[in-house]
């Protein structure tokens, strides 16, 4: 059985930094592209950033220079850190694992930006 589990959302003031979990079971993790997706309230699900399994990152124009994904592959784990947050970061944070024959996703974790 496949799991991905989220933590370490929260309720963060502006300029505050949060550190996020991805921790997966079932899945061979160091095969799958690993990446965070957010949704605001009536928004689309957007990608936040993503790493390959080579450790090739990618990320969203608006997280650029604040946020840092990461991942350890002895604990099966994908992290995202979020630094000089901001409240149009507030949103549900998904985690995401991905090969070419599909995907898989966690519950997802809420992200609150606000004074």
């Known amino acids: 059985q496949v799991q991905l589990v989220e933590s370490g959302g929260g309720l963060v003031q502006p300029g505050g930094s949060l550190r996020l979990s991805c921790a997966t079971s079932g899945i061979t993790f160091s095969i799958y592209t690993m990446g965070w997706y957010r949704q605001a309230p009536g928004k689309q699900r957007e990608l936040v950033a993503e790493?390959?399994?080579?450790?090739?990152?990618e990320y969203a124009d608006s997280v650029k220079g604040r946020f840092t994904i990461s991942r350890d592959n002895a604990k099966n784990t994908a992290y995202l850190q979020m630094n000089s947050l901001k409240p149009e970061d507030t949103a549900v944070y998904y985690c995401n694992a991905k090969r070419s024959w599909g995907e898989y996703w966690g519950q997802g974790t809420q992200v609150t930006v606000s004074s």
């Open positions: 790493i390959a399994p080579g450790g090739t990152t």
